[in-house]
Every structure is written in structure tokens, then in C-alpha cells.
């Protein structure tokens, strides 16, 4: 067979050597962008071209099933094709589904693809009440327990003195675990969750010499990208592929390591010298993703970092030519900061820049609404990745149900609102955030969809439930189909490992980064948030827009304050540049008194005090916005809300920045729109 020339001058000289080291052990630590991926795919490619090992004998195991997928596609431009590149997961269910009839003879097993049922059941039977949010949290602590490889009989001990918080007494939750896990032997055989895949692989090689010897005889090479989140139990496979034989190579970045809450730890990458005294060791510095201007921060970032982890630290180097420096900005509220980071959006995507190669990233997935609707407002394709799209969430799709059933009846109240909030209470919208991971996300994802309705009523206040509702179906509609490659919006944890040209990190703001959990469970989980906040800022190539906003709601109290992590790195000018056009009116302007509603803080006066402005102008406004409403065929509070409207005719902007100055008024609009508002308004002066 011919085999592949490998170029190697594609590589620097620290990352030649771990590429071209001997078959053996290998442990690249080295920070973002610097290439770790890069050179594991050429080490393969390099063993390969050598001879040194065959494609079908080398397994590489990534973090995602994508991130498989790109090393695949690598190996295949410089022709080389037949590596297994997998996730543990894929890995261990192919080599299970092989080696079953080995260790367990005919007893038939399925794949449990959905635990919830037998967890909810289980719950049930020692007297856990299995809502939703129940069974997701107690599904959470089987999950970290599997990975960390603690029975059931071992769970109420070994959680002391971790940070995690169980949704009910240790006792319980060690219960439940115990019935789940004797759940799943039927009658008809037996069922596998993936952890379970993962236990039965490492189980059969390391009790059955006869799968052992099978699998080391075609398994030489081993690959771990992402080395630094990997769990007990990943590990204990991975000691079970390896047997006593060392042809490892693990790269990693303990800087990097955000998830933890799963059971992963970085403790296996920074003793890999220790347990191989004969490892190549390769640190890497250059950093060829991003410009100085970006390194610098990452640099200036983690650099504050405490905590194990910290002492591996690394300095990058930016290897690119210089670019711009990263932006900082600070907004009045959330619709405000979508609306602005869609504007900046439109000018990069003008400038040229792909809109594959722009992403907007967050803590959490329930913040995606307001971005996902800004973006949709300013006619910029996008997709969500690693999660849903807000209307296709399960909590979202269940709650639009819910209200759906209420809109039917007879005797609702006029207020919206309220009913939205009333018929949302039973799915989880507690007046307070709730305590456990699931039950918090889909609390957030609720308070997301009132916050809309409440937006929607304050842009319309004569809408009806059956307004909002189709309001709401008019939104999920719009969305783009997900096959055109957009802008990317994704969660910090959904961005590991991958690069864009532009970035922007947006709600830093505390609470969310860090998050308010991290917070109250102290230092140890913030720096865990504060290696997210490095993550992401390590994503971005040249752009970076750092941003946060002060209020959820526009118009709403600023009870925000931004993100800790930005304390020391937020240029002071920066932060005194914020726009005054963004401070709201406390105080009705006609009357004196103060002004109460959103609504009627950006309209700066109380709704029944008189305008002062020519009623005929804004009809003429409203007329003007029926017309844009058809032509775009989005509805009409899209084009401009009624306070808007009202805003524009008292102020009467004479250009273009005056125009800014309008509230509810952004970048987006006046691109849009500008021109023919102002020959409008122009016609009454
Ligand atoms: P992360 O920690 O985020 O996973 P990484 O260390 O795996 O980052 P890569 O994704 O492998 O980094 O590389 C970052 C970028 O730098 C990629 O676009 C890669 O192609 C490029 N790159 C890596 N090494 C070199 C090099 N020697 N010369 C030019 N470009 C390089
Ligand atoms: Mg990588």
C-alpha cells in the first residue's frame, strides 16, 4: 500500500516533537489555540505514514461526536483513511454490542435510551414526589455517581464534603440509585444506560482474558483529545483498552476544565508525567488561533485563577498579526444588548466576515430567547447549538401548550401577564430561583418566555392571551431553516475546542458568570465559571465583544452588576464611553410625578398625561409602520413598538443619530428603516 507523505513543516518545532515522538506515551499540556488538536491528528497521521502502527489499529477518542467527525474529515485530506475517531460513548457501544455474546452469552441487552421513566419510578417508590425537575436532578446525581465511579451503598459518604446538592437527603437519593440500577434487569434481559456501556467494557477486558487479548490485538494507539475533562470511569476504560501497554497520547489544558459538575477532573493530565516517568512531555505556547490583542486578555483572565489547577499555567502567545482590541460595553438591558450585538453583527457581516464564522456565546441556554429574537428581527440567519432553540425546548413547548389550554377559557382575566404567570407556576415558575441544575435551567427557560409575553403586552397593551399566542406561534415560525449555515449561538460549555473569527460574549453579568449556584457553593466552583469566561474568550480568533446588561427587561430596575471576572480587565474609558442616551426617564415629563411602567419610562411621560406630540404625525408614523409590517410580513410590534412610535414623534429626529438617541431605536433599525422614518417625520417640519 502506498503510503501517505506527511507534511510536517505545517508544524512548529515543539509540536514536531510531540508529533514525531516514538509509539509510546505522550502528554501535550498546553493552553488554547496552540494546536493540541492540530498535532495529534498529525501524530496519527505521522505513525501511520512511518508505518509505525495501521489506520484500523489506532482509536482517538474525542470530546463531542463533531469534534470525531473533523478529525475524521483531517485524516482524510492528507489521505489517510480507517481511524477510529469516537467519543467514549461510541467507542464503548461498538465494542460491547462486539463482545456481549463473549461475556454474557445470550442474555439479550438494549440500550436505555430514556432513563427518566425507571428514575421517576424509583423515585416514587421511596416517596419523592417525580416531577419533572425531581427526576432530572436525581438523574444528575446517578449520572456524576456512575462517573465517579461510586456505587450506591457509597453515595451518602462520598458526597460529603463535595459541593454538590442533592434535590433531596443523601439517604434518598442512594435509594433511588440503588432501585434504578436493579430496575434495569428484566425479565426480557437486560437494559444499559451509557454509563453502563462504559462499566461493561471496562468489566469485560479487565475479566475476561479472552476479550482482552481480542481487543489489545487489534487496539495498539490511543489518541484523548480534551484530556483535562475526563471522568473515573472514562478512565478506568481507558486503563482497560491500554492493559499494561503505554502507546498513549493525552492532550489537554487544565485552564480548560468546565466539567467538573459531571465528575470530570483534570487530576489524570497533570499526573501523566508522574505515571509514565518516560513520557514525552511537550508544553506549547504559541497560541495560532488568536491576535495578541485577544491573548492578552486570556493571559490577563486566568492569570487571576487560584485552586491546583492554576499552577499549570501557561502564557499564550498570540501568533497572528495584531488586530483589533477586544470591546467592552455595558448596556441598560438585555433587549438593549441583542439589539446591539445584532447591529454589530450586520456591520461585520458587511465588512465581509461569513456569517459561519461569527458566534454569540452564553453561561446558560435560556439566555439564546432574546438573542435568537434579535437576531431574527435583523433578518440574520443563525442556528443554536449544543441545545435547542428556545420555542423547541421541552419546557417551552410544554408551557405554549399549557397557556394554549387556558386561552380557551371563558372567564380569564384581561392582564396576560398574570395569566401567563399563573398558568406557569405548575410547570416550575417559583417566584424564587429553585435549587438543582435541571430544575434552575428550566426555570430560567420560563422567566424567558414571561419576560417575551410581558414584551409582547407592553409593545400591544390591548393584547389578548390569543394575541400573545399567536404572537408567540408567529415568532417560533420565523426561524430559519437550521440546514443554512448561520451565526452561532451556544452555550460556553457547547463551544469547547472550537474557533470563530468573531465572538461575542454576551450577559456578563453576576449570577450568570459566574453563575449564582457557583456563587453560593464557594471558590472552588467560581474558578470553574472563571475557566468558562477563559474558554470563551480563547474561542475568538480576531473580534472579541465583551458585554453585559444592567436590567432584564427594557426599561426595567438596573439591580445588575457585571461580572466580577471583568474587575481589572475593563478598560476604565470604556466603561465611562456607555452611551447616555440609554438612561431612562424616572419622572413623567409632563406632570412631574413618577413614572412607573417600562412602557412609560421610554416613552418618558405617564401614558394618559398629553403628549405634547402632533397626534396626526404619529398616526402618519403608524400608518407608515402598517405599510413596513406588510412588506417585511412581520407583524407590526416587530417594525416598532407604540412607545416607540410615540417617542419618535415627540422627539422629531432630525438624522440619523438623533434617531439613536430614541429609545427602542438601535443600529438595526435605523439600517433598516432609517431613511424613510426620517422622510416621514421630515413631511411635518
Ligand atoms: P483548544 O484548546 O481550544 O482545543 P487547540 O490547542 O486544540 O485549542 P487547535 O484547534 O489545534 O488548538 O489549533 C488552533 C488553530 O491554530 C487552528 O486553526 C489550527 O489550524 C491553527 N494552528 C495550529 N498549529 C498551527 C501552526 N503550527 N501553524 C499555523 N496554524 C496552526
Ligand atoms: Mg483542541
Not at 516514538?22 to 498546553?30: F, H, Q, S
Not at 423515585?123 to 427526576?135: I, Y
Not at 399567536?470 to 415568532?475: C, D, F, W
Request: aromatic share 6%.
Amino acid at each position: 500500500m502506498d503510503r501517505p507523505v506527511i507534511d510536517l513543516s505545517d508544524l512548529d518545532d515543539d509540536q514536531r516533537v510531540a508529533a514525531t515522538a516514538p509509539r509510546g506515551p505522550v502528554c501535550i499540556l498546553a493552553g488554547a489555540g496552540t494546536g493540541k488538536t492540530r498535532t495529534i491528528t498529525y501524530r496519527i497521521a505521522h505513525l501511520i505514514s512511518q508505518g509505525f502502527v495501521s489506520p484500523n489499529r489506532v482509536l482517538a477518542v474525542t470530546f463531542t461526536a463533531r469534534a470525531a467527525g473533523e478529525m475524521r474529515h483531517r485524516l482524510h485530506l492528507m489521505g489517510i483513511g480507517g481511524v477510529q475517531a469516537r467519543t467514549f460513548h461510541a467507542a464503548a457501544r461498538r465494542q460491547l454490542s462486539y463482545f456481549w455474546p463473549q461475556v454474557a452469552g445470550s442474555l439479550p441487552w438494549r440500550l436505555l435510551d430514556n432513563k427518566f421513566p425507571l428514575v421517576g419510578r424509583a423515585a416514587r417508590g421511596v416517596g419523592v414526589e417525580s416531577t419533572t425537575e425531581n427526576v432530572r436532578d436525581l438523574l444528575g446525581e446517578i449520572e456524576w455517581a456512575k462517573a465517579s465511579l461510586i456505587t450506591p451503598d457509597q453515595y451518602a459518604e462520598r458526597i460529603v464534603g463535595t459541593d454538590r446538592t442533592p434535590p433531596v437527603p443523601a439517604a434518598k437519593v442512594a435509594e433511588v440509585y440503588r432501585r434504578y440500577e436493579a430496575a434495569k434487569t428484566t425479565e426480557e434481559g437486560m437494559l444499559l444506560d451509557f454509563d453502563d456501556l462504559l462499566l461493561h467494557v471496562a468489566a469485560a477486558l479487565e475479566n475476561a482474558p479472552g476479550v482482552a487479548d481480542e481487543f489489545r490485538e487489534q487496539y495498539r494507539t490511543f489518541v484523548v483529545d480534551e484530556y483535562q475533562d475526563v471522568t473515573p470511569l472514562q478512565q478506568r476504560v481507558l486503563q482497560a483498552w491500554l492493559g499494561d501497554r503505554d502507546d498513549i497520547t493525552v492532550v489537554g489544558d487544565a485552564n480548560q476544565t468546565i466539567y467538573s459538575f459531571t465528575g470530570a477532573t483534570p487530576n489524570y493530565l497533570l499526573d501523566f508525567p508522574r505515571t509514565y516517568e518516560n513520557a514525552t512531555l511537550v508544553k506549547l505556547q504559541r497560541d495560532y488561533r488568536s491576535t495578541p490583542q485577544i491573548t492578552d486578555l486570556a493571559n490577563t483572565v486566568i492569570g487571576q485563577a487560584t485552586g491546583r489547577v492554576a499552577g499549570t499555567r501557561l502564557e499564550l502567545q498570540g501568533m497572528r498579526p495584531d488586530g483589533p482590541e477586544p470591546t467592552f460595553h455595558s448596556y441598560d438591558d438585555e433587549p438593549t444588548e441583542a439589539r446591539e450585538v445584532a447591529g454589530q453583527i450586520l456591520t461585520l457581516l458587511g465588512r465581509g466576515v461569513p456569517a459561519s464564522e461569527i458566534a454569540v456565546l452564553y453561561r446558560i441556554n435560556a439566555q439564546s430567547q432574546v438573542f435568537e429574537q434579535a437576531l431574527a428581527d435583523a433578518g440574520i440567519v443563525y442556528q443554536v447549538r449544543g441545545g435547542e432553540g428556545f420555542f423547541n425546548r421541552p419546557e417551552i413547548r410544554q408551557a405554549v401548550s399549557e397557556l394554549v389550554r387556558v386561552a380557551q377559557r371563558t372567564d380569564l382575566p384581561d392582564d396576560p401577564v398574570a395569566v401567563t404567570r399563573a398558568a406557569l407556576a405548575p410547570l416550575g415558575l417559583t417566584p424564587t430561583e429553585p435549587e438543582g441544575a435541571q430544575a434552575r435551567e428550566r426555570w430560567q427557560s420560563l422567566v424567558a418566555l414571561v419576560d417575551l409575553v410581558e414584551e409582547l403586552v407592553r409593545a400591544q397593551p390591548d393584547l389578548t392571551l390569543t394575541g400573545v399566542l399567536q404572537a408567540l406561534r408567529q415568532r417560533a415560525e420565523s426561524k430559519h431553516p437550521p440546514t443554512v449555515e448561520g451565526v452561532t449561538l451556544a452555550s460556553l460549555h457547547a463551544a469547547k475546542g472550537l474557533e470563530w473569527d468573531a465572538v461575542f460574549l454576551v450577559g456578563l453579568v453576576e449570577n450568570t458568570l459566574p453563575i449564582s449556584h457557583a456563587i453560593k457553593a464557594g471558590a472552588h466552583q467560581v474558578e470553574e465559571e472563571r475557566r468558562l469566561f477563559y474558554v470563551g474568550i480563547t474561542r475568538a480568533r480576531e473580534h472579541l465583544h465583551l458585554s453585559w446588561a444592567l436590567a432584564r427587561q427594557e426599561g426595567g430596575r438596573k439591580s445588575r452588576s457585571r461580572s466580577r471576572f471583568l474587575d481589572g480587565v475593563v478598560p476604565q474609558l470604556e466603561i465611562e464611553k456607555v452611551p447616555a442616551r440609554t438612561v431612562r426617564p424616572r419622572r413623567c415629563r409632563v406632570c412631574g410625578g413618577p413614572l412607573s411602567t417600562p412602557g412609560e419610562k421610554v416613552i418618558g411621560r405617564h401614558e394618559d398625561c398629553p403628549s405634547g406630540a402632533d397626534e396626526e404625525i404619529f398616526e402618519t408614523l403608524r400608518a407608515w409602520r402598517a405599510e413596513a409590517s406588510r412588506e417585511a410580513g412581520v407583524p407590526a410590534y416587530i417594525v416598532f413598538s407604540d412607545a416607540t412610535l410615540m417617542a419618535l414623534a415627540e422627539a422629531l429626529p432630525a438624522d440619523r443619530n438623533e434617531l439613536l438617541d430614541v429609545p427602542g431605536v438601535g443600529p438595526v433599525k435605523v439600517e433598516r428603516y432609517g431613511a424613510q422614518l426620517l422622510a416621514v417625520i421630515d413631511a411635518f417640519r
